[in-house]
């Protein structure tokens, strides 16, 4: 019994000696500590990428993207300098540089660089995610080792260049507009905007056509508030044919600028193309979007009607 009581002692000792040398070997590092980048500094940003690096600039009049100058979307600029201005390195994942397994390798990488003017503010590689979904692996400027940072967020970074530009094709308050004029299928009509106040003081928007009649209110509302922040789908290439071609439909609004918005038939069935004054670049809408202007445009000029009395 004496015998048996010594060896379990023993082996008690050897495992407990075991378990705190383990311990002791898994917190033989420290976790590198990253200076905070003061995001309002930033003027530009590179992410590179092997197919397609992208650089944003910072504009007086906003983020653009690459040679071309694209304007950037807001939210997703914000988005990445949110990234940089937080990141934090919550623990060592491997000191053995094995990125392949953490997609930080040349072909998978995303290398990140954030500047004021020349001054390199922040560099750090982004793997992929981690499989909690709560961190992504990461490699910090001229260190070699493998960190988990805290939270997931490659998706801000990993994206083609059409993704991250503004998509804003019409802007305008809608109480702001004070004259519509439409046109399609050969049919046009103008409304006119009038405000009066009520007894209690209060300002009521009144719409007439030229001729002042009064024209279907909720289709009105109905279109300003689907065109008062309208953005495109996608960019795309202006076709030849447009030049020699009319829209299928015109919409022209005016407040205190004049903001004229063309549609056209895509190429696909139920596709809808369209150039703003407000924006340089042809654009094509998404299909649901378009259907609704279009419905809305047709009620204002009683084509919902003649379809009916056709279709009779």
């Not at 919550?90 to 072909?107: G, M, N, P, Q, T």
Request: negative net charge; glycine residues 4%.
């Amino acid at each position: 019994m004496k015998k048996e009581y010594l060896i379990l002692a023993v082996l008690i000792l050897g495992l407990s000696l075991y378990l705190v040398l383990k311990k002791e070997d898994q917190t033989h590092y420290t976790l590198p500590e990253i200076k905070e980048v003061d995001t309002t500094q930033v003027d530009k940003i590179r992410i590179g990428k092997r197919d397609a690096p992208l650089e944003f600039n910072k504009t007086n009049d906003g983020w653009v993207i690459g040679k071309e100058k694209f304007p950037a979307d807001k939210h997703a600029v914000d988005s990445m300098l949110d990234v940089v201005k937080n990141l934090k390195i919550s623990a060592l994942v491997s000191d053995k540089e094995d990125r392949f397994r953490y997609e930080l390798d040349d072909a998978h990488a995303l290398d990140v660089e954030v500047f004021k003017g020349d001054n390199l503010l922040m560099a750090f590689k982004i793997g992929k995610t981690a499989p909690s979904f709560n961190h992504t692996f990461v490699m910090l400027d001229k260190d070699t080792r493998i960190f988990h940072a805290r939270e997931n967020f490659r998706s801000s970074f990993d994206k083609p260049m059409d993704d991250f530009r503004d998509k804003t094709v019409l802007k305008f308050e809608e109480k702001s507009i004070r004259k519509i004029q439409l046109t399609k299928a050969g049919k046009s009509r103008t409304l006119i905007a009038s405000e009066t106040k009520d007894d209690e003081g209060e300002s009521r928007i009144s719409w007439k056509y030229e001729d002042g009649s009064s024209p279907d209110r909720e289709a009105i509302d109905s279109l300003l508030s689907s065109l008062s922040s309208l953005e495109c789908e996608k960019y795309r290439v202006r076709k030849k044919e447009e030049e020699n071609q009319g829209p299928a439909c015109t919409i022209i609004l005016e407040n205190d600028e004049e903001m004229v918005l063309n549609l056209y038939d895509g190429e696909a069935e139920e596709q809808v193309d369209g150039t703003s004054s407000m924006n340089a670049y042809p654009f094509t809408l998404q299909s649901y979007t378009a259907k609704d202007i279009l419905s809305h445009a047709d009620k204002i000029l009683g084509l919902e009607e003649k379809k009916a009395e056709d279709a009779e």
